[in-house]
């Protein structure tokens, strides 16, 4: 028993004439399909968007924070310059060297908070000296 044999008839259809209709639900959904599309499009950028912004705002607080820190070390070392220089030790030697100053003797010393009156005649004489024409600087 062979194969039944099969015959095909050829129909020329001609839809030349024929016009297709819009679909009345085709406007809507691929209004709803865009904005969905554009939506999640936002979210997505936002996201990122956020992201960076994250990440560039923690380089921005690190470098605050060195040069927080390198203020705070400046602060200290100007702080440590500033005692060395108002060390009276060192101001006392600053002025017997390069000025020429001297310890005054006791009767030119005035005591503060003594009880004299201003118009006593009794007040204490502190001899000129002349300044050297060249001044040099008090810091070392």
Not at 34 to 46: D, E, F, H, K, S
Not at 51 to 71: D, I, N, P, S
Request: glycine share 4%; aromatic share 6%; net charge positive.
């Amino acid at each position: 028993m062979g194969a039944p044999a099969q015959a095909y008839w050829v129909k020329r259809i001609d839809n030349s004439r024929l016009r297709r209709e819009r679909d009345p639900n085709y406007l809507p959904e691929t209004g709803v399909l865009v904005a969905g599309t554009l939506a999640c499009l936002a979210i997505i950028l936002l996201s990122a968007w956020l992201q960076f912004e994250f990440v560039h705002t923690g380089y921005r607080l690190e470098e605050t924070r060195a040069r927080y820190e390198k203020v705070l070390e400046w602060n200290r070392n100007l702080r440590l310059e500033q005692a060395a220089l108002l060390d009276p030790m060192r101001i006392d030697l600053l002025a017997r060297s390069r000025l020429g100053m001297a310890e005054p003797a006791a009767h030119e010393l005035t005591p503060l908070g003594s009880a004299r009156p201003a118009s006593s005649p009794e007040v204490a004489r502190v001899p000129t000296q002349t300044r050297p024409e060249k001044q040099s600087s008090l810091t070392d």
